[in-house]
């Protein structure tokens, strides 16, 4: 599976932002899709993943209540609803897919492309 994220772009402190990851192939809805994301000079860490179903998700405890993983399976395409986003938000954003949301926190199989997000305060 070919993963596209996108939607990253700059944002007030307290606004929204929605990403997309996008992705090819026919067995997409077989994969769980996560989200990681890296600051400048900060090691990469796990955001957010939902499962193959859309039934089951998991946030990051820094994301949670803020954010919202949904996935649209006709669409082939994850989304991640960012609301009131700070500048510690900040961050190059990825999308990874796997066959559980577990194998998606420890690491993904498939990536995409990271897109950037940037919070000003």
């Known amino acids: 599976v070919q993963l596209q994220a996108s939607g990253g772009g700059l944002v007030q402190a307290g606004g929204p932002l929605r990403l997309s990851c996008a992705a090819s192939?026919?067995?997409?809805?077989?994969?769980?899709i996560g989200w990681f994301r890296q600051a400048p000079g900060k090691e990469r860490e796990f955001v957010s993943a939902?499962?193959?179903?859309?039934?089951?998700?998991y946030y990051a405890d820094s994301v949670k209540g803020r954010f919202t993983i949904a996935r649209d399976n006709a669409k082939n395409t994850v989304y991640l609803q960012m609301n009131s986003l700070k500048p510690e938000d900040t961050a190059v954003y990825y999308c990874?897919?796997?066959?559980?949301?577990?194998?998606?926190?420890?690491?993904?199989?498939?990536w995409g492309q990271g897109t950037q997000v940037t919070v000003s305060s």
């Open positions: 192939g026919r067995t997409f809805s077989s994969y769980a």
């Open positions: 990874a897919a796997a066959a559980s949301p577990r194998s998606i926190m420890g690491g993904g199989d498939y």
């Open positions: 939902i499962s193959w179903s859309g039934g089951s998700t």
